[in-house]
Protein backbone atom coordinates (compact mmCIF):
# COMPACT_ATOMS: atom_id res chain seq x y z
CA UNK A 1 0.00 0.00 0.00
CA UNK A 2 0.81 3.58 -0.66
CA UNK A 3 2.11 5.78 2.45
CA UNK A 4 0.92 9.66 1.61
CA UNK A 5 4.36 11.68 0.99
CA UNK A 6 2.93 14.64 2.91
CA UNK A 7 3.26 12.11 5.94
CA UNK A 8 6.90 11.24 5.62
CA UNK A 9 7.75 13.36 8.24
CA UNK A 10 5.26 11.86 10.63
CA UNK A 11 6.58 8.82 9.79
CA UNK A 12 9.83 8.96 10.00
CA UNK A 13 9.19 10.20 14.09
CA UNK A 14 7.06 7.37 14.33
CA UNK A 15 9.53 4.60 13.13
CA UNK A 16 12.65 6.41 14.88
CA UNK A 17 10.57 6.58 18.37
CA UNK A 18 9.44 3.43 18.29
CA UNK A 19 12.88 2.53 17.94
CA UNK A 20 14.49 4.03 20.90
CA UNK A 21 11.31 3.04 23.17
CA UNK A 22 9.45 5.90 23.46
CA UNK A 23 7.18 8.26 21.96
CA UNK A 24 8.20 12.03 20.43
CA UNK A 25 4.45 13.12 20.48
CA UNK A 26 5.35 14.26 24.06
CA UNK A 27 6.61 17.60 24.79
CA UNK A 28 9.90 16.34 25.57
CA UNK A 29 11.84 15.15 22.99
CA UNK A 30 15.71 13.39 23.58
CA UNK A 31 18.48 14.31 21.47
CA UNK A 32 19.49 11.00 20.76
CA UNK A 33 15.52 10.37 18.72
CA UNK A 34 15.99 13.28 17.13
CA UNK A 35 19.42 11.90 16.07
CA UNK A 36 18.18 8.75 15.65
CA UNK A 37 15.60 9.92 13.04
CA UNK A 38 17.84 12.01 11.34
CA UNK A 39 20.54 8.97 10.61
CA UNK A 40 17.15 7.10 9.10
CA UNK A 41 16.28 9.98 6.88
CA UNK A 42 19.73 9.64 5.90
CA UNK A 43 19.81 5.93 5.11
CA UNK A 44 16.37 6.17 3.21
CA UNK A 45 17.68 9.18 0.77
CA UNK A 46 20.81 6.33 -0.26
CA UNK A 47 18.43 3.63 -0.92
CA UNK A 48 16.27 6.40 -2.91
CA UNK A 49 18.72 7.32 -4.42
CA UNK A 50 21.91 5.35 -5.17
CA UNK A 51 20.77 1.84 -4.82
CA UNK A 52 21.63 -0.48 -7.96
CA UNK A 53 17.97 -0.50 -9.34
CA UNK A 54 15.66 2.42 -8.67
CA UNK A 55 13.05 2.10 -6.08
CA UNK A 56 10.24 4.05 -5.33
CA UNK A 57 10.78 6.41 -2.13
CA UNK A 58 7.28 5.63 -0.71
CA UNK A 59 7.75 1.90 -1.43
CA UNK A 60 10.58 2.53 1.22
CA UNK A 61 8.46 3.73 3.61
CA UNK A 62 6.34 0.93 3.86
CA UNK A 63 8.96 -1.49 3.54
CA UNK A 64 10.24 0.13 6.47
CA UNK A 65 6.53 -0.17 8.49
CA UNK A 66 7.02 -3.69 7.84
CA UNK A 67 10.13 -4.38 8.62
CA UNK A 68 10.04 -2.45 12.01
CA UNK A 69 6.48 -4.47 13.02
CA UNK A 70 8.28 -7.57 12.18
CA UNK A 71 11.14 -7.20 14.50
CA UNK A 72 8.50 -6.78 17.04
CA UNK A 73 8.24 -10.44 17.17
CA UNK A 74 4.25 -9.70 17.59
CA UNK A 75 2.60 -11.74 15.29
CA UNK A 76 -0.77 -9.58 15.67
CA UNK A 77 0.88 -6.45 14.60
CA UNK A 78 0.15 -5.33 11.35
CA UNK A 79 -0.49 -2.31 8.77
CA UNK A 80 -3.84 -2.49 7.64
CA UNK A 81 -4.91 -0.61 4.17
CA UNK A 82 -8.27 0.63 3.74
CA UNK A 83 -9.32 -1.76 1.12
CA UNK A 84 -8.78 -4.94 3.46
CA UNK A 85 -12.44 -4.33 5.16
CA UNK A 86 -11.64 -5.00 8.66
CA UNK A 87 -15.11 -3.56 10.05
CA UNK A 88 -16.60 -6.10 7.84
CA UNK A 89 -14.33 -8.89 9.26
CA UNK A 90 -15.18 -8.01 12.80
CA UNK A 91 -19.03 -7.64 11.91
CA UNK A 92 -19.69 -10.47 10.34
CA UNK A 93 -20.89 -8.67 7.43
CA UNK A 94 -20.17 -8.62 3.92
CA UNK A 95 -21.66 -7.26 0.94
CA UNK A 96 -23.63 -9.82 -0.96
CA UNK A 97 -27.20 -10.98 -2.38
CA UNK A 98 -27.58 -13.84 0.71
CA UNK A 99 -27.99 -17.06 -0.84
CA UNK A 100 -25.79 -19.93 -0.18
CA UNK A 101 -24.71 -21.40 -3.77
CA UNK A 102 -23.66 -24.32 -5.74
CA UNK A 103 -21.84 -23.93 -8.44
CA UNK A 104 -22.46 -27.08 -10.69
CA UNK A 105 -21.80 -27.66 -13.98
CA UNK A 106 -25.76 -26.49 -15.13
CA UNK A 107 -25.10 -23.32 -13.20
CA UNK A 108 -25.50 -21.64 -9.89
CA UNK A 109 -27.93 -23.80 -7.72
CA UNK A 110 -29.74 -22.04 -5.01
CA UNK A 111 -29.29 -24.03 -1.89
CA UNK A 112 -30.80 -21.40 0.77
CA UNK A 113 -31.57 -17.57 1.11
CA UNK A 114 -30.10 -15.83 4.42
CA UNK A 115 -32.49 -14.28 6.40
CA UNK A 116 -33.14 -10.44 5.66
CA UNK A 117 -31.11 -10.41 3.00
CA UNK A 118 -31.32 -8.61 -0.59
CA UNK A 119 -32.20 -12.49 -1.97
CA UNK A 120 -34.84 -12.81 0.85
CA UNK A 121 -36.95 -9.31 -0.63
CA UNK A 122 -37.07 -11.35 -3.77
CA UNK A 123 -39.12 -14.10 -5.14
CA UNK A 124 -36.09 -16.64 -4.96
CA UNK A 125 -36.56 -20.29 -3.59
CA UNK A 126 -34.15 -23.55 -3.30
CA UNK A 127 -33.24 -24.99 -5.91
CA UNK A 128 -33.37 -22.45 -8.14
CA UNK A 129 -31.23 -22.43 -10.68
CA UNK A 130 -29.22 -18.56 -11.95
CA UNK A 131 -28.16 -19.30 -15.51
CA UNK A 132 -26.41 -16.37 -15.88
CA UNK A 133 -25.33 -13.29 -13.71
CA UNK A 134 -25.11 -9.92 -15.90
CA UNK A 135 -25.14 -11.47 -19.05
CA UNK A 136 -22.26 -14.17 -18.52
CA UNK A 137 -23.81 -17.48 -18.55
CA UNK A 138 -22.87 -19.54 -15.23
CA UNK A 139 -22.27 -23.22 -17.14
CA UNK A 140 -19.19 -24.71 -15.73
CA UNK A 141 -18.48 -21.75 -13.15
CA UNK A 142 -16.10 -22.67 -10.43
CA UNK A 143 -16.90 -21.96 -6.87
CA UNK A 144 -15.13 -19.21 -6.48
CA UNK A 145 -16.30 -17.23 -10.12
CA UNK A 146 -19.66 -17.83 -8.64
CA UNK A 147 -18.94 -16.55 -5.02
CA UNK A 148 -16.87 -13.70 -6.80
CA UNK A 149 -20.08 -12.80 -9.10
CA UNK A 150 -22.30 -12.41 -6.88
CA UNK A 151 -20.59 -10.37 -4.28
CA UNK A 152 -20.09 -7.14 -4.50
CA UNK A 153 -20.10 -3.31 -3.10
CA UNK A 154 -23.10 -2.22 -1.13
CA UNK A 155 -25.60 -0.45 -3.12
CA UNK A 156 -24.19 -2.15 -6.61
CA UNK A 157 -27.16 -4.03 -8.47
CA UNK A 158 -26.23 -7.38 -10.11
CA UNK A 159 -28.80 -9.02 -12.56
CA UNK A 160 -29.31 -12.52 -12.66
CA UNK A 161 -31.59 -15.17 -14.84
CA UNK A 162 -32.77 -18.03 -13.05
CA UNK A 163 -34.73 -20.93 -14.33
CA UNK A 164 -37.46 -22.59 -12.11
CA UNK A 165 -38.92 -26.48 -12.74
CA UNK A 166 -42.27 -25.68 -13.73
CA UNK A 167 -41.80 -22.73 -15.28
CA UNK A 168 -41.45 -22.48 -19.31
CA UNK A 169 -39.67 -19.38 -19.58
CA UNK A 170 -36.67 -18.28 -17.48
CA UNK A 171 -37.34 -15.05 -14.85
CA UNK A 172 -35.11 -12.30 -15.18
CA UNK A 173 -34.44 -10.78 -11.54
CA UNK A 174 -32.02 -7.79 -10.57
CA UNK A 175 -30.89 -7.91 -6.72
CA UNK A 176 -29.41 -4.74 -4.95
CA UNK A 177 -26.45 -5.74 -2.88
CA UNK A 178 -26.51 -4.82 0.83
CA UNK A 179 -25.03 -5.88 3.85
CA UNK A 180 -25.86 -9.79 5.07
CA UNK A 181 -25.13 -10.62 8.18
CA UNK A 182 -23.98 -14.63 8.83
CA UNK A 183 -25.58 -15.52 12.15
CA UNK A 184 -22.78 -17.14 14.32
CA UNK A 185 -25.05 -18.84 16.84
CA UNK A 186 -26.32 -22.31 15.64
CA UNK A 187 -28.22 -24.87 17.85
CA UNK A 188 -29.92 -28.27 18.32
CA UNK A 189 -31.77 -29.88 20.62
CA UNK A 190 -30.10 -33.68 21.93
CA UNK A 191 -31.63 -36.05 23.81
CA UNK A 192 -32.27 -36.36 27.82
CA UNK A 193 -32.95 -32.11 27.37
CA UNK A 194 -29.58 -31.19 26.76
CA UNK A 195 -29.50 -27.86 24.57
CA UNK A 196 -26.73 -27.54 22.52
CA UNK A 197 -24.75 -24.08 20.73
CA UNK A 198 -22.14 -23.88 18.43
CA UNK A 199 -21.06 -20.65 18.21
CA UNK A 200 -18.49 -19.30 15.64
CA UNK A 201 -16.78 -15.69 16.01
CA UNK A 202 -17.57 -12.96 18.58
CA UNK A 203 -18.90 -10.57 16.20
CA UNK A 204 -20.94 -7.77 16.26
CA UNK A 205 -24.17 -9.02 17.60
CA UNK A 206 -23.61 -12.19 18.85
CA UNK A 207 -25.00 -11.74 22.45
CA UNK A 208 -28.29 -11.31 21.09
CA UNK A 209 -27.89 -14.36 18.55
CA UNK A 210 -26.42 -17.10 21.30
CA UNK A 211 -29.46 -15.37 23.53
CA UNK A 212 -32.51 -16.32 20.55
CA UNK A 213 -30.80 -19.58 20.68
CA UNK A 214 -30.55 -20.56 24.11
CA UNK A 215 -33.93 -18.95 24.58
CA UNK A 216 -35.52 -21.52 21.82
CA UNK A 217 -34.08 -24.64 23.49
CA UNK A 218 -35.11 -23.72 26.52
CA UNK A 219 -38.63 -23.06 25.11
CA UNK A 220 -38.07 -27.02 23.75
CA UNK A 221 -37.58 -27.88 27.46
CA UNK A 222 -33.80 -27.81 27.23
CA UNK A 223 -32.79 -28.18 30.95
CA UNK A 224 -29.06 -28.11 30.31
CA UNK A 225 -26.91 -26.29 28.30
CA UNK A 226 -23.42 -27.28 25.83
CA UNK A 227 -21.61 -23.96 24.27
CA UNK A 228 -19.36 -24.97 22.12
CA UNK A 229 -16.41 -22.94 21.39
CA UNK A 230 -14.24 -25.07 19.95
CA UNK A 231 -12.43 -23.67 16.66
CA UNK A 232 -13.73 -19.97 17.50
CA UNK A 233 -10.75 -18.09 17.39
CA UNK A 234 -12.56 -14.87 18.97
CA UNK A 235 -13.14 -11.62 17.84
CA UNK A 236 -14.47 -8.34 19.28
CA UNK A 237 -14.06 -7.83 23.18
CA UNK A 238 -17.00 -6.28 24.23
CA UNK A 239 -19.03 -9.13 22.45
CA UNK A 240 -17.03 -11.41 24.72
CA UNK A 241 -17.81 -9.79 27.48
CA UNK A 242 -21.82 -9.39 26.95
CA UNK A 243 -21.63 -13.32 26.04
CA UNK A 244 -19.96 -13.67 29.54
CA UNK A 245 -23.18 -11.41 31.28
CA UNK A 246 -25.36 -13.99 30.24
CA UNK A 247 -24.30 -16.04 32.38
CA UNK A 248 -22.80 -14.01 35.46
CA UNK A 249 -23.86 -12.18 38.38
CA UNK A 250 -23.66 -8.34 38.00
CA UNK A 251 -20.88 -7.17 39.06
CA UNK A 252 -18.66 -10.20 38.54
CA UNK A 253 -15.40 -9.39 36.80
CA UNK A 254 -15.07 -10.69 33.27
CA UNK A 255 -11.77 -9.70 32.35
CA UNK A 256 -9.16 -7.83 33.29
CA UNK A 257 -6.67 -6.10 30.75
CA UNK A 258 -3.27 -4.95 31.89
CA UNK A 259 -1.39 -2.21 29.51
CA UNK A 260 1.75 -0.26 29.78
CA UNK A 261 -0.86 3.20 29.10
CA UNK A 262 -2.65 3.54 31.71
CA UNK A 263 -5.62 4.48 29.67
CA UNK A 264 -6.07 0.45 27.98
CA UNK A 265 -5.96 -1.05 31.54
CA UNK A 266 -9.23 -1.79 32.29
CA UNK A 267 -11.26 -4.33 34.51
CA UNK A 268 -14.58 -5.87 32.26
CA UNK A 269 -17.26 -6.66 34.35
CA UNK A 270 -20.79 -7.71 33.84
CA UNK A 271 -23.26 -5.37 33.50
CA UNK A 272 -26.45 -7.64 34.65
CA UNK A 273 -27.64 -10.49 36.30
CA UNK A 274 -27.07 -14.37 35.46
CA UNK A 275 -30.00 -14.52 32.47
CA UNK A 276 -30.25 -18.25 33.29
CA UNK A 277 -29.77 -18.88 37.13
CA UNK A 278 -29.96 -22.85 37.56
CA UNK A 279 -28.79 -23.44 34.33
CA UNK A 280 -25.79 -26.53 34.10
CA UNK A 281 -23.60 -25.00 31.26
CA UNK A 282 -20.87 -27.24 30.08
CA UNK A 283 -18.26 -25.23 28.02
CA UNK A 284 -16.42 -27.46 25.09
CA UNK A 285 -12.79 -25.65 24.21
CA UNK A 286 -9.96 -27.33 22.31
CA UNK A 287 -6.40 -25.79 21.09
CA UNK A 288 -8.15 -23.45 18.24
CA UNK A 289 -10.11 -21.70 21.25
CA UNK A 290 -8.88 -18.40 20.93
CA UNK A 291 -8.93 -14.81 22.31
CA UNK A 292 -12.72 -14.02 22.94
CA UNK A 293 -13.31 -17.76 23.65
CA UNK A 294 -10.70 -17.83 26.14
CA UNK A 295 -11.82 -14.72 28.25
CA UNK A 296 -15.92 -16.32 28.05
CA UNK A 297 -14.20 -19.64 29.52
CA UNK A 298 -11.93 -18.62 31.72
CA UNK A 299 -14.33 -16.32 33.47
CA UNK A 300 -17.26 -18.47 33.55
CA UNK A 301 -14.66 -21.06 35.06
CA UNK A 302 -13.65 -18.78 37.78
CA UNK A 303 -17.18 -17.56 39.12
CA UNK A 304 -17.95 -21.95 39.27
CA UNK A 305 -20.83 -21.08 36.50
CA UNK A 306 -20.05 -23.47 33.81
CA UNK A 307 -18.20 -26.89 33.83
CA UNK A 308 -14.85 -26.41 31.31
CA UNK A 309 -14.21 -29.73 29.23
CA UNK A 310 -11.88 -30.40 26.05
CA UNK A 311 -8.54 -29.45 26.00
CA UNK A 312 -6.38 -26.84 26.75
CA UNK A 313 -6.94 -23.44 24.84
CA UNK A 314 -4.67 -22.00 22.23
CA UNK A 315 -3.59 -19.03 24.41
CA UNK A 316 -3.88 -15.54 22.77
CA UNK A 317 -4.67 -13.55 25.45
CA UNK A 318 -3.37 -10.22 24.33
CA UNK A 319 -5.52 -6.72 23.49
CA UNK A 320 -5.17 -5.42 19.80
CA UNK A 321 -5.67 -1.74 19.35
CA UNK A 322 -6.32 -0.12 16.29
CA UNK A 323 -4.46 3.54 15.75
CA UNK A 324 -6.00 5.25 12.61
CA UNK A 325 -3.27 6.24 9.80
CA UNK A 326 -3.68 9.50 7.39
CA UNK A 327 -5.07 7.71 4.04
CA UNK A 328 -7.58 5.39 5.74
CA UNK A 329 -4.83 3.12 6.64
CA UNK A 330 -4.78 1.66 10.75
CA UNK A 331 -1.89 0.45 12.69
CA UNK A 332 -2.85 -2.66 14.74
CA UNK A 333 -0.56 -3.32 17.51
CA UNK A 334 -0.47 -5.68 21.03
CA UNK A 335 -1.41 -2.84 23.70
CA UNK A 336 -2.39 -4.86 26.61
CA UNK A 337 -2.77 -8.81 28.18
CA UNK A 338 -5.63 -10.45 29.26
CA UNK A 339 -6.15 -12.17 32.82
CA UNK A 340 -9.00 -14.02 34.45
CA UNK A 341 -10.89 -13.17 37.45
CA UNK A 342 -8.62 -15.46 39.14
CA UNK A 343 -5.47 -13.68 37.80
CA UNK A 344 -4.58 -16.22 35.61
CA UNK A 345 -2.75 -14.49 32.63
CA UNK A 346 -4.52 -16.19 29.05
CA UNK A 347 -1.57 -15.60 26.90
CA UNK A 348 1.63 -18.20 25.79
CA UNK A 349 4.18 -16.70 24.46
CA UNK A 350 4.83 -16.93 20.62
CA UNK A 351 8.76 -18.71 21.29
CA UNK A 352 6.97 -21.38 23.56
CA UNK A 353 4.46 -22.19 20.81
CA UNK A 354 7.00 -22.29 18.53
CA UNK A 355 9.15 -24.59 20.56
CA UNK A 356 6.12 -26.85 20.85
CA UNK A 357 5.75 -27.38 17.19
CA UNK A 358 2.18 -26.28 17.29
CA UNK A 359 0.33 -24.10 14.90
CA UNK A 360 0.26 -20.50 14.72
CA UNK A 361 -2.97 -19.00 14.29
CA UNK A 362 -2.52 -17.27 10.75
CA UNK A 363 0.15 -19.33 9.81
CA UNK A 364 1.10 -21.17 6.57
CA UNK A 365 1.03 -24.22 8.12
CA UNK A 366 -2.05 -23.69 9.84
CA UNK A 367 -3.72 -22.79 6.48
CA UNK A 368 -1.96 -25.66 5.38
CA UNK A 369 -3.33 -27.75 8.17
CA UNK A 370 -6.77 -26.83 7.55
CA UNK A 371 -6.71 -27.37 3.91
CA UNK A 372 -5.80 -31.06 4.35
CA UNK A 373 -8.12 -31.58 6.67
CA UNK A 374 -11.43 -30.12 4.64
CA UNK A 375 -9.80 -32.15 1.90
CA UNK A 376 -9.95 -35.12 3.81
CA UNK A 377 -13.07 -35.13 4.44
CA UNK A 378 -13.00 -34.26 8.08
CA UNK A 379 -14.61 -31.77 10.30
CA UNK A 380 -10.71 -31.24 11.68
CA UNK A 381 -10.76 -33.46 13.90
CA UNK A 382 -7.21 -34.47 12.74
CA UNK A 383 -6.24 -31.03 13.00
CA UNK A 384 -7.77 -30.96 16.59
CA UNK A 385 -5.66 -33.63 17.65
CA UNK A 386 -2.59 -31.80 16.35
CA UNK A 387 -2.87 -28.89 17.00
CA UNK A 388 -4.89 -28.91 20.46
CA UNK A 389 -2.69 -32.09 21.70
CA UNK A 390 -0.64 -29.26 23.87
CA UNK A 391 0.77 -30.78 27.16
CA UNK A 392 -1.88 -31.52 29.52
CA UNK A 393 -0.17 -31.81 32.28
CA UNK A 394 -0.97 -29.20 34.86
CA UNK A 395 2.43 -30.73 36.88
CA UNK A 396 4.41 -27.39 37.42
CA UNK A 397 2.34 -25.08 36.49
CA UNK A 398 0.65 -22.29 38.57
CA UNK A 399 -2.23 -23.02 40.72
CA UNK A 400 -4.98 -20.54 40.76
CA UNK A 401 -8.79 -20.73 42.79
CA UNK A 402 -12.26 -20.55 41.92
CA UNK A 403 -14.23 -18.77 43.92
CA UNK A 404 -15.16 -21.60 45.93
CA UNK A 405 -12.30 -22.53 46.12
CA UNK A 406 -11.64 -24.92 43.47
CA UNK A 407 -8.11 -25.48 41.87
CA UNK A 408 -7.42 -23.89 38.30
CA UNK A 409 -4.14 -23.77 36.69
CA UNK A 410 -2.35 -21.16 34.81
CA UNK A 411 0.75 -21.11 32.34
CA UNK A 412 -1.21 -19.26 29.24
CA UNK A 413 -4.41 -20.91 28.16
CA UNK A 414 -7.69 -22.67 29.48
CA UNK A 415 -7.05 -25.49 31.34
CA UNK A 416 -10.25 -27.28 31.45
CA UNK A 417 -11.65 -28.89 34.38
CA UNK A 418 -12.66 -31.92 32.71
CA UNK A 419 -9.89 -33.00 29.65
CA UNK A 420 -11.49 -35.15 27.12
CA UNK A 421 -9.34 -35.42 23.69
CA UNK A 422 -11.70 -35.29 20.66
CA UNK A 423 -12.01 -39.19 18.66
CA UNK A 424 -9.34 -40.26 16.09
CA UNK A 425 -9.89 -42.07 13.14
CA UNK A 426 -9.42 -45.79 13.35
CA UNK A 427 -6.66 -47.21 11.20
CA UNK A 428 -8.65 -48.33 8.72
CA UNK A 429 -10.29 -44.32 8.33
CA UNK A 430 -6.85 -43.14 8.58
CA UNK A 431 -5.39 -45.44 5.80
CA UNK A 432 -8.59 -43.77 3.52
CA UNK A 433 -7.93 -40.20 4.33
CA UNK A 434 -4.59 -41.05 2.97
CA UNK A 435 -5.31 -42.30 0.26
CA UNK A 436 -7.56 -39.11 -0.27
CA UNK A 437 -5.02 -37.07 0.32
CA UNK A 438 -2.75 -38.49 -1.66
CA UNK A 439 -4.95 -38.43 -4.65
CA UNK A 440 -6.01 -35.07 -4.57
CA UNK A 441 -9.41 -35.75 -4.00
CA UNK A 442 -11.50 -33.24 -2.70
CA UNK A 443 -13.87 -35.27 -0.68
CA UNK A 444 -15.93 -33.01 1.55
CA UNK A 445 -16.68 -31.27 -1.43
CA UNK A 446 -17.69 -34.42 -3.42
CA UNK A 447 -20.29 -35.57 -0.82
CA UNK A 448 -21.86 -32.67 -0.32
CA UNK A 449 -22.65 -32.19 -4.43
CA UNK A 450 -24.19 -35.58 -4.35
CA UNK A 451 -25.86 -34.61 -1.17
CA UNK A 452 -27.48 -32.10 -3.29
CA UNK A 453 -28.04 -34.15 -6.04
CA UNK A 454 -29.53 -36.98 -3.97
CA UNK A 455 -32.00 -34.62 -1.99
CA UNK A 456 -32.96 -32.90 -5.59
CA UNK A 457 -33.33 -37.18 -6.41
CA UNK A 458 -35.66 -37.56 -3.47
CA UNK A 459 -38.26 -35.19 -2.33
CA UNK A 460 -40.13 -37.25 0.12
CA UNK A 461 -36.44 -37.61 2.18
CA UNK A 462 -37.31 -37.42 5.94
CA UNK A 463 -35.41 -36.32 8.68
CA UNK A 464 -34.50 -39.58 9.87
CA UNK A 465 -33.34 -41.26 6.70
CA UNK A 466 -30.52 -43.48 7.30
CA UNK A 467 -27.78 -44.21 5.06
CA UNK A 468 -27.83 -47.77 3.39
CA UNK A 469 -25.80 -49.39 1.42
CA UNK A 470 -27.22 -48.90 -1.69
CA UNK A 471 -26.64 -44.97 -0.74
CA UNK A 472 -23.26 -45.61 -0.09
CA UNK A 473 -22.36 -47.72 -3.33
CA UNK A 474 -24.05 -44.90 -5.20
CA UNK A 475 -21.58 -42.22 -3.81
CA UNK A 476 -18.97 -44.45 -4.08
CA UNK A 477 -19.44 -44.50 -7.86
CA UNK A 478 -20.42 -40.96 -7.81
CA UNK A 479 -16.81 -40.00 -6.05
CA UNK A 480 -14.73 -42.41 -8.72
CA UNK A 481 -17.09 -40.58 -11.97
CA UNK A 482 -16.31 -37.30 -10.86
CA UNK A 483 -12.50 -37.35 -9.45
CA UNK A 484 -11.21 -39.51 -12.27
CA UNK A 485 -9.66 -41.90 -9.81
CA UNK A 486 -10.48 -45.68 -9.58
CA UNK A 487 -10.45 -46.72 -5.57
CA UNK A 488 -9.40 -49.47 -3.69
CA UNK A 489 -12.88 -51.18 -2.95
CA UNK A 490 -11.55 -52.90 -0.32
CA UNK A 491 -10.09 -49.76 1.65
CA UNK A 492 -13.54 -47.63 0.96
CA UNK A 493 -15.38 -50.93 2.67
CA UNK A 494 -13.14 -50.97 5.35
CA UNK A 495 -13.94 -47.28 6.63
CA UNK A 496 -17.50 -47.17 5.59
CA UNK A 497 -18.67 -45.91 9.02
CA UNK A 498 -16.53 -42.91 8.36
CA UNK A 499 -18.15 -43.19 4.90
CA UNK A 500 -21.73 -43.56 5.87
CA UNK A 501 -21.47 -40.12 8.85
CA UNK A 502 -20.13 -37.94 5.89
CA UNK A 503 -23.21 -39.03 3.82
CA UNK A 504 -25.56 -38.76 6.51
CA UNK A 505 -24.31 -35.51 7.76
CA UNK A 506 -24.06 -33.50 4.47
CA UNK A 507 -27.40 -35.25 3.12
CA UNK A 508 -28.86 -33.83 6.17
CA UNK A 509 -27.53 -30.28 5.56
CA UNK A 510 -28.48 -30.12 1.73
CA UNK A 511 -32.24 -31.33 2.88
CA UNK A 512 -33.26 -30.00 5.76
CA UNK A 513 -30.61 -27.11 6.66
CA UNK A 514 -27.46 -26.42 9.12
CA UNK A 515 -28.90 -27.32 12.28
CA UNK A 516 -29.94 -30.88 11.20
CA UNK A 517 -26.76 -31.36 9.03
CA UNK A 518 -25.20 -30.48 12.74
CA UNK A 519 -27.17 -33.44 15.02
CA UNK A 520 -26.21 -35.77 12.47
CA UNK A 521 -22.42 -34.29 13.13
CA UNK A 522 -22.47 -34.23 17.22
CA UNK A 523 -23.45 -38.04 17.43
CA UNK A 524 -20.02 -39.18 16.55
CA UNK A 525 -18.25 -36.10 18.33
CA UNK A 526 -16.63 -38.04 21.55
CA UNK A 527 -16.59 -34.51 23.23
CA UNK A 528 -20.19 -33.81 22.83
CA UNK A 529 -21.37 -36.82 23.92
CA UNK A 530 -19.23 -36.75 27.09
CA UNK A 531 -20.77 -33.31 27.94
CA UNK A 532 -24.08 -34.34 27.59
CA UNK A 533 -23.99 -38.04 29.44
CA UNK A 534 -22.39 -34.84 32.73
CA UNK A 535 -25.36 -33.13 31.85
CA UNK A 536 -27.65 -35.76 32.22
CA UNK A 537 -27.07 -36.45 35.89
CA UNK A 538 -27.20 -33.48 37.52
CA UNK A 539 -29.81 -30.97 37.80
CA UNK A 540 -27.96 -27.89 38.72
CA UNK A 541 -24.71 -25.94 38.27
CA UNK A 542 -23.11 -27.22 41.50
CA UNK A 543 -23.95 -30.67 41.07
CA UNK A 544 -22.16 -30.51 37.66
CA UNK A 545 -18.86 -29.25 39.32
CA UNK A 546 -19.35 -31.80 42.38
CA UNK A 547 -19.10 -34.15 39.43
CA UNK A 548 -16.27 -32.75 37.48
CA UNK A 549 -14.32 -32.41 40.00
CA UNK A 550 -14.91 -36.31 41.04
CA UNK A 551 -13.93 -37.40 37.76
CA UNK A 552 -10.91 -35.40 37.80
CA UNK A 553 -9.70 -36.75 41.12
CA UNK A 554 -10.41 -40.23 39.33
CA UNK A 555 -8.36 -39.78 36.82
CA UNK A 556 -5.99 -38.43 38.14
CA UNK A 557 -5.24 -40.86 41.01
Given at each position: ??L??W???A?????A???SG???????Q?????ED????EI?H????????????P?Q???M?????L?Q???????????D???A????N??G??????????EG?????I?P????S?L???R???I??V???S?T?W?QE??V???R?????A?D????RAG?????????????V?I?????A?L?N?V??V???????R??G?L???????L?R???SL?L????????I?????E??D??LA???Q??DT??R?P????????????R???????V???G?????S???AG????????LI???R?Y??G?????????G?S????T????Y???G???H??L????????F?I????F?A?VAEAV?AGG?L??L?AAS?G????T?G?P?YHT????T?Y???????D?IV?P??L????E??R?V?V??E????????RY????RR????????F?V?P???E??L?YL?E??G???????????S????Y????QI??A?F???????R?L??S?QVQA?A????MV??P??L??????L??Q???
Amino acid sequence: MKLRRWWVTALTVLLASMASGGWLLQQEQSEDVLEDAALFEIVHRYMAERFVEEVDPGQLYDMAVVGLLGQLGDPYAALIGPDEQQAALLSNNYGGVGMRILAEEEGITVLSIIPNSPSSRLDLRRDDRIVEVDGRSTTGWTQEEAVGALRGPRGEAVDVTVRRAGELEPLRMTIVRDEVHIVAALSARLENGVGYVRLDGFSRRVRGELQAAINDLLAREASSLILDLRYNRGGILREAVEVADLFLAQGDQVVDTRARDPADSHVFTAPGPDRYPGLPVVVLVNGLSASASEIVAGSLQDYDRALILGTRTYGKGVMQSLFPLPGGSYLRLTTGTWYTPSGRSIHRQLAEREEAGEFIIGSEAFDAAVAEAVRAGGDLAELAAASAGVEQDTAGRPVYHTVSGRTVYGGGGIMPDLIVRPDTLTAEEEKLRQVLVEAEIPFADLAFRYAVRYRREHPDLRPDFEVTPAVREGFLDYLEENSGRTLDRAVLDAASDLIDYQLARQIATAAFGESAGLRRSLGRSRQVQAAARLLGMVASPKQLLTLGEELRNQSEG
